[in-house]
Structures are given as C-alpha cells and as structure tokens.
C-alpha cells in the first residue's frame, strides 16, 4: 500500500515538473517571433521595411504553420516530445541569431520560414498532447490555463529584462534604437538556446520507463488505420469545426492586441516608443492572471461559458477601443480609457487563449488520434496567421492616416470575433443537447 502511495506522488510530482518544463519552453520560443507586440515601429525602422513588407513575413511564417499543424500532430504521435522540443528550442535560437544581424528582406523571409517550421511542425503538436495527456480527464481547464498563464508569466518577466535593456541602451538618436532592438533579439536567442541544453540534460536523465515511453510503445504496437481514414473520421466530428471557428476568432482578438503599442504612439497623444512598451508589457504580465484564472473558473463553471462571456467581453472592450478617442472628451480621460481597455481586453484574450484548448475535452477521440486531431484544429483554427498580417498592413499603408487603420483593424477583429461567440453557443447546445452521446465509449482501436 505503502508503495502505491509512494508511486502515485511521484507521478503527481512528475507531472508537474513537465508542466513547469513544457510552461517555461512555450514562453521561449514565441515572444522573438512577435516582437511586433512592443517594438513594431522599431522593427520597421531597423530592418527597412514597410507595414505591407512587415505583414508579408508574418503572412509567410502563418502559412508554414498552417502547412505544419496537422503534420505536428501526427509527428507528436510518433516521436517523444522533448526530443522534438529541443530540436525546435536550438533552432529557433540559432535563427535569432541571424535575425539579429539586421539582414535583407529576403533573408527575412527565411528566417521566418524557419520560424515556421521549428514553432509549428517540430513544437506544436507535441506540446499541446503532452499536455492534454497530463491533464487527464477532468483538469483540462486548470492545465491549459496554467500552461498559456504560465508561459505568459515566463514572457513577461524575459520582456520586462528586454525593455530593461532598451531603454538603457536607447537615446535620442535613431542609431540607438535599433541597437537596443539588436541586444533584446540576442537576449530572446541566447535563452532559446540555454533552454535547449536544459531540456537536452533532462532527456539524458530521463527513465526508458517512463510513462512517455510506456505509452508511445504500446502505440507502436497497435495496428493503426491509414492516415486518409484517421484524419476523415476526425474532420466528420462537428465539434472539430466549431472548436476550430473558436480558436480562430480567439486568435483575432489575440492578434489585436500586437497593434495595441502602434496604437499608443500613433494615435497623437504623446506616447513614446518607451512608455507604449512599458503599458504593452504590462498587459503581458497579466497573461499569469487571465490564463491561470481562466482555467480554474472554466472547471468550476463550464469552459465554454466562460470562454463565451470572455468572447463577449473583450469584443466590446475593442469596440470601445474604436470609439473613446472619437466621443469629445479631453486628452487625459482619453488616454485614461485607452489604458485601461488595453488592459482590460488584454486580460480577457489571455483568459481566451488558457480556455479554448480547454474545451478540447467535448472532442471524443482515441488517445492515439489525439494528436492528429489537435493538429487539424490547429491548421483549421490558427489559419488566420496567413491572412490577419496581410489585412493589418495593408491596411495600415492604404488608410488616410494611421489612427483610422488602427481602428479599421480593430472594427474587422470585432465582425470576426463574433462568430466564435455564435460558436460557443452551438458547442453548447451539443455538449448538452447530447449528453448520452458525449459518455459513449471510444471505438475500439
């Protein structure tokens, strides 16, 4: 008996150290690709480049991920993650290294392509099933919202260090800025490839016995139907689509929020490349909050209500964000509001993001599927990072004035957002129209 206790806290305690492992990688390997998030107008001024050239790397990365999630989850079904972690740490830091040489427009779109590959085909997929078999049943919600929450956590404390060394580095001059631009991209690399060698030692550490290996092994053994067969049983099940319609529209408000810091210096209130990095940075320290929180009120309540009212309550925050600076009031309440609607629909998409995984859990298919059906979602849902770029600059360059394309942007968020809220309430109807068919047992592999 005594063993069997012994045995279950070394699993609980297991768990969680990969938790921690898996939380610390996905809050590495992201926040060099989006930069943009905090120094947009130093990106373009740094690499030469226009709002269209900036979408159209973004565009190019969003398309390789949308190639790659589908293969991800397949290749998360066949290979132990943290070997697949690893190759995609070092290789997103080596690539930073080579971003941080300020290099062409063409070397740029080969340095995002790259992106495209070691964040999506090698890291996705394997990511996001270790965590849903982690999570097990019944904890979906505090698991995902403790990942998105956590790698949040992780991505703040690196960016408060990044514009640490920004503004020391930056001055009056515009040679400074991209230097301080250029010691925040070796900062972001040289983590990605410390991670690398962490997660190295813990493979060389790892048990053979372990329950990865246990599992992937009696996958290997089972005989498994064709890939054509798998991914038509999987996109015959209506859940998959309307999760997919949800994630997507979470992903445009999510994308929303890159724009908040142009927003801040264009908008003609005063706001300098520094003080909209620091209001832009602290949103991201509530990413902990709204992800963790999230999660832990969507198992105590429901994951699709809450992610329902955080739809509705962070579409109307953008709405808000469109109309307070056109209503009359003076500059300081305006700049007041501003602030803290940013805050407030910050808050509200991190809460999105811990909580659309979540409700993967009304998605019935066999664990050895579970990967391929993450990574179809995935292309199906995250499919707005080939054209979201492309519509954000291009109406950025074509507006009458920067402000307007701001809110233009901001007005299409609002029309797309919508439709995941219609979404929920469809899910919902499912989920508890057909209760009998959602405890249905598995087919048989």
């Not at 360059?397 to 920067?402: L, R, S, T, V």
Request: proline fraction near 3%; include cysteine.
């Amino acid at each position: 008996m005594n063993e069997i206790v012994k045995t279950k806290k070394e699993n609980s305690k297991s768990r969680y150290i990969q938790m921690l492992l898996l939380t610390a990688a996905g809050g590495a390997i992201y926040p060099m690709l989006y930069l943009r998030q905090i120094y947009q107008d130093t990106m373009l001024t740094a690499f030469n480049i226009t709002n269209g050239e900036l979408g159209e790397l973004y565009s190019i990365m969003g398309l390789l991920f949308f190639i790659t999630y589908a293969p991800s989850g397949w290749l998360a079904d066949k290979i132990k993650p943290m070997r697949l972690i690893v190759g995609s740490l070092l290789g997103t830091g080596l690539l930073g290294l080579w971003y941080s040489t300020l290099p062409s427009f063409n070397e740029l779109l080969v340095i995002y392509s790259g992106w495209g590959i070691t964040t999506g085909l090698t890291f996705w997929g394997a990511v996001m099933k270790r965590i849903k078999v982690l999570a097990g049943n019944h904890e979906s919600g505090r698991f995902f919202g403790f990942y998105d929450g956590g790698r949040g956590l992780v991505e703040s404390i690196l960016a408060s260090i990044a514009l640490f060394i920004f503004s020391m580095i930056v001055t009056s001059e515009s040679d400074s800025v991209t230097q301080g631009l250029v010691a925040v991209i070796h900062m972001y690399s040289w983590f990605c490839i410390l991670l690398s060698i962490i997660f190295f030692a813990a493979i060389l550490f790892e048990k053979d016995n372990d329950s990865t290996t246990v599992h992937l092994a009696k996958q290997e053994k089972n005989p498994n139907k064709t890939l054509c067969k798998d991914i038509i049983f999987i996109l015959k099940k209506p859940e998959v689509w309307l999760i997919a319609i949800i994630i997507s529209s979470g992903y445009h408000l999510f994308w929303s929020t890159y724009s908040f810091s142009g927003y801040l210096q264009t908008g003609g209130w005063g706001f300098t490349a520094v003080m909209a990095g620091t209001i832009t940075t602290i949103k991201l320290w509530l990413r902990p909050v709204g992800g963790i929180f999230g999660g832990y009120l969507g198992d105590k309540y429901g994951n699709i209500k809450m992610l329902t009212w955080a739809l509705i309550l962070s579409t109307l925050g953008l709405v808000a964000l469109i109309y307070i600076p056109s209503i009359g009031l003076f500059s300081g309440a305006v700049v007041g509001l501003c602030i803290f609607f940013i805050l407030f629909v910050g808050l509200l998409t991190y809460a999105i993001r811990g909580l659309y995984w979540a409700i993967i859990e009304n998605l019935k298919v066999p664990e050895s599927k579970l990967g391929l059906a993450i990574g179809i979602i995935s292309a199906m849902g995250y499919c707005p990072d080939i054209f979201i770029p492309l519509i954000n600059g291009y109406i950025m360059d074509y507006a009458p004035d920067q402000k307007t394309g701001y809110q233009l942007y901001f007005g299409y968020t609002v029309v797309m957002a919508s439709f995941g809220i219609v979404a929920c309430y469809v899910l919902k109807y499912r989920t508890t129209g057909h209760k009998t068919a959602a405890i249905k047992p598995l087919p048989a592999e």
